[in-house]
């Protein structure tokens, strides 16, 4: 059998153009209709080909490279700018275009609006396309690493000692470029102790920035990262660093994201009512059922969402740990609510002592010592020496009738699909994308990366739903209505 063999010095009479690089059902041809839909001014961003002095590279263009790069883990701004000289995707989707690095990374940091707008936008098209319902909404969080080391995070007596350092060290060297301009006057400028004057004040700028965040924290020995101070160290599977707390709301239907958002609190227990309520705003139109898990059992917060009339689906903290009652745990002492006070097993009141406001709680205790003293179980439901005490939350009626909820049969259904729905999209930026840190540094660029990341994800989602010939053919150019 003969062979066919390639030959890279054969000349063509006429070169295929740009537009045949590509077959017509490439996904590369979603995500530049997917950009062309949009609305540039509901994205905070003006186009102006008539503007005056060096011509720029096209917004939309770059947007398009950013979207496709991060779609397939190409973030970095040198392997993007290799990408359009070698990736014929890439090539097709810039129409030729060849932004360096610079170019590229200077966009993203300039344009962190524009990219927290993007998810925005693309819910919109979601939502004309009928693949997001907002009936069920899932909100979960996952850890993702900050742009900055775990070793730079400090407390406020590090800051006061090095500041002071600092601001000795540059007069120092104030007046030691003043002696040698006396010295050598004439003799032209010490580059090296300009150099080194320079490092020092721009490390000052930095301390000043981590100061000045570590001043709005009101908790006690806080802790502030000195390369980028809004984030913060937290503990996952990996170990302690230094993180952002990002938070998803993902549709039930086809588990796309309508909201993502990096925070900096650790925990999820204060966020579930801000994430579902940022979701309604997306939605323009309130949920019917908000679905968490555990890590969202904050009484509080929950009855914030479920006072709009939307059922609420969290298990608290015992009912997904799973843990066997002890036989003189709470629960089996009994409430009466017309008294205010608690029955022991043994038929012995508490009787109720105080509220702590701040804590939420009050307090039961039982009404003689000695009553416990003399009891059979005394040294197994309590060792005190004042007897069997009893904390309960102001609010436990709430909590009572959420853990009663999620109980039911119905609720377990939809909190058995939270998993599949919540879970993928960490599971794909995470495991498919190699996303283990943000590349840019602060709140506002955290935001546009994780709105660049979610958008991406749903484009993925929505090219499997539709198809790369169907998504582009809804995609109409200025389809998107403005938003707000």
Same mark, same amino acid.
């Given at each position: 059998m003969a062979y066919r063999y390639g030959h890279r010095e054969q000349r063509v009479l006429l070169p295929p153009s740009i537009e045949e690089y590509v077959t017509e059902g490439h996904p590369v041809r979603a995500y530049d209709a997917f950009v062309e839909s949009l609305d540039p001014k509901s994205l905070g961003m003006e186009l102006n080909p008539d503007q005056v002095g060096n011509a720029a590279y096209d917004p939309q263009a770059m947007i398009k490279l950013l979207l496709y790069g991060y779609s397939y883990g190409v973030r970095s701004s040198r392997k993007l700018e290799q990408a359009t000289h070698e990736n014929l995707a890439f090539i097709w989707l810039m129409g030729g275009l060849k932004p360096?690095?610079?170019?590229?990374?200077?966009?993203?940091?300039?344009?962190?609006?524009?990219?927290?707008?993007?998810?925005?936008?693309?819910?919109?098209?979601?939502?004309?396309?009928?693949v997001i319902?907002?009936?069920?909404?899932?909100?979960?969080?996952?850890?993702?690493?900050?742009?900055?080391?775990?070793?730079?995070?400090?407390?406020?007596?590090?800051?006061?000692?090095?500041?002071?350092?600092?601001?000795?060290?540059?007069?120092?060297?104030?007046?030691?470029?003043?002696?040698?301009?006396?010295?050598?006057?004439?003799?032209?400028?010490?580059?090296?102790?300009? %150099?080194?004057?320079?490092?020092?004040? !721009? #490390?000052?700028?930095?301390?000043? &920035?981590?100061?000045?965040?570590? *001043? =709005?924290? %009101?908790?006690?020995?806080?802790?502030? !990262? #000195?390369?980028?101070?809004?984030? &913060?160290?937290?503990?996952?599977? *990996? =170990?302690?660093?230094?993180?952002?707390?990002?938070?998803?709301?993902?549709?039930?239907?086809?588990?796309?994201?309508?909201?993502?958002e990096p925070v900096r609190e650790a925990t999820d227990v204060n966020q579930f009512a801000r994430q579902v309520e940022q979701a309604n705003e997306?939605?323009?139109?309130?949920?019917?059922?908000?679905?968490?898990?555990?890590?969202?059992?904050?009484?509080?917060?929950?009855?914030?969402?479920?006072?709009?009339?939307?059922?609420?689906?969290?298990?608290?903290?015992?009912?997904?740990?799973?843990?066997?009652?002890?036989?003189?745990?709470?629960?089996?002492?009994?409430?009466?609510?017309?008294?205010?006070?608690?029955?022991?097993?043994?038929?012995?009141?508490?009787?109720?002592?105080?509220?702590?406001?701040?804590?939420?709680?009050?307090?039961?205790?039982?009404?003689?010592?000695?009553?416990?003293?003399?009891?059979?179980?005394y040294g197994v439901c309590t060792e005190a020496k004042h007897g069997r005490k009893i904390r309960r939350l102001v609010d436990a009626a709430q909590k009572e009738k959420f853990e009663a909820h999620y109980a039911e049969a119905a609720a377990q259904e939809i909190y058995a699909r939270r998993k599949a729905r919540v879970e993928h999209p960490f599971g794909h930026l995470k495991r498919n994308l190699k996303v283990d840190a943000f590349l840019m540094r602060g709140l506002a660029g955290v935001r546009a990366e994780t709105s660049l990341l979610a958008t991406c994800f749903n484009l993925v989602r929505m090219i499997t739903l539709l198809g790369v010939t169907g998504l582009t053919k809804n995609l109409a150019p200025r389809l998107v209505p403005a938003l707000g």
């Open positions: 360096d690095h610079k170019t590229i990374a200077e966009f993203r940091r300039k344009h962190k609006t524009v990219l927290q707008n993007l998810l925005k936008q693309c819910v919109r098209i979601c939502l004309r396309l009928n319902a907002g009936n069920a909404l899932f909100v979960d969080g996952t850890k993702v690493r900050a742009n900055a080391a775990r070793g730079q995070t400090h407390d406020r007596a590090y800051y006061e000692k090095h500041l002071k350092e600092i601001d000795l060290r540059i007069d120092q060297m104030f007046e030691e470029c003043e002696e040698i301009d006396r010295q050598e006057e004439g003799e032209g400028s010490l580059v090296a102790m300009d %150099s080194g004057l320079t490092g020092a004040q !721009n #490390l000052k700028k930095k301390m000043q &920035a981590a100061w000045e965040a570590i *001043q =709005g924290v %009101s908790k006690p020995g806080a802790k502030v !990262n #000195l390369t980028d101070p809004d984030c &913060a160290l937290m503990h996952g599977v *990996q =170990g302690s660093h230094a993180s952002y707390n990002v938070q998803a709301v993902v549709d039930d239907q086809h588990g796309l994201i309508v909201h993502a997306e939605l323009v139109k309130p949920c019917q059922v908000a679905c968490g898990d555990a890590g969202y059992a904050n009484t509080r917060e929950l009855s914030k969402v479920d006072a709009q009339g939307i059922e609420v689906i969290v298990p608290s903290q015992r009912q997904a740990l799973h843990h066997e009652e002890k036989p003189f745990s709470k629960s089996h002492f009994t409430y009466d609510a017309e008294r205010n006070c608690y029955w022991c097993p043994q038929g012995h009141r508490l009787a109720y002592t105080g509220t702590n406001r701040k804590a939420g709680k009050m307090d039961y205790q039982i009404t003689d010592a000695r009553i416990c003293h003399r009891c059979p179980h």
